[in-house]
């Protein structure tokens, strides 16, 4: 078993949706959760982190956290085809271990 | 302005050869990393150093040595590359662990 499990998609969806990314991790240590987004070709960005349960939004963006089932979302608003990519979430301990990611296409 | 620089972007090259990627940051990040990211797109952290010191080196062949003549710049050189070894080689950088900044990738194709 994977520590960090996403389910790979691809998701398509029309402009204007709302997304949810899945996430869930199976090792109790991890701290910090992250989402990294990456487009086509280029490298991994880092678009939002959290430390603990609950939620942050960053504008169209939310990361939620629930650590007592060991599952991260992210929720995307008024999805935009410029947020066509893959979404990486990433937990920590002294190293990032990644999800597979999931590939989000945003159709107009 | 970049932030993370690799070279190569693009090494195809032949099973057997010996090939090395560069890696620079201009953030002043104490730390840098070599990740591989295979064709499902999953992303696994390699070697991690930090100061020019080695701290993280995952179960990778010793075929795989990474080099940092100084903090902002960590090299990596393979050695008798394999088909296996196919895939794109991030580098990336961080003062933390969990804001790291990568390069713009070195896709490698061993034929």
């Known amino acids: 078993q994977k520590e960090v499990e996403q389910d790979p998609g691809p998701l398509s969806v029309p402009e204007g949706a709302i997304v949810s990314l899945n996430c869930t991790y199976s090792n109790s240590a991890f701290q910090y959760f992250m989402w990294y987004r990456q487009y086509s070709r280029k490298g991994p960005e880092l678009l939002m982190y959290?430390?603990?349960?609950g939620n942050k939004e960053d504008g169209r963006f939310t990361a939620q956290v629930d650590k007592s089932s060991k599952y991260i979302s992210l929720f995307i608003r008024d999805s935009q085809p410029s947020d066509s990519a893959t979404y990486l979430c990433a937990h920590n301990t002294d190293k990032l271990i990644f999800g597979t990611g999931t590939r989000l296409q945003v159709f107009p | 302005d970049t932030a993370v620089s690799q070279t190569p972007k693009y090494l195809v090259t032949q099973m057997g050869n010996d090939k090395s990627i560069k890696c620079e940051q201009n953030l002043g990040h104490d730390t840098m990393y070599w990740y591989k990211q295979d064709s499902k797109k999953f992303l696994k952290i390699m070697f991690s150093y930090n100061n020019k010191e080695l701290i993280i080196n995952e179960t990778v062949p010793n075929r795989f040595s990474p080099k940092s003549p100084d903090k902002a710049h960590l090299n990596l050189h393979i050695n008798s590359l394999e088909l296996g070894d196919s895939a794109v080689y991030f580098c990336a950088s961080s003062f933390s662990s969990y804001e790291q900044y990568f390069g713009p990738g070195t896709r490698l194709t061993v034929t």
């Open positions: 959290t430390y603990s349960s």
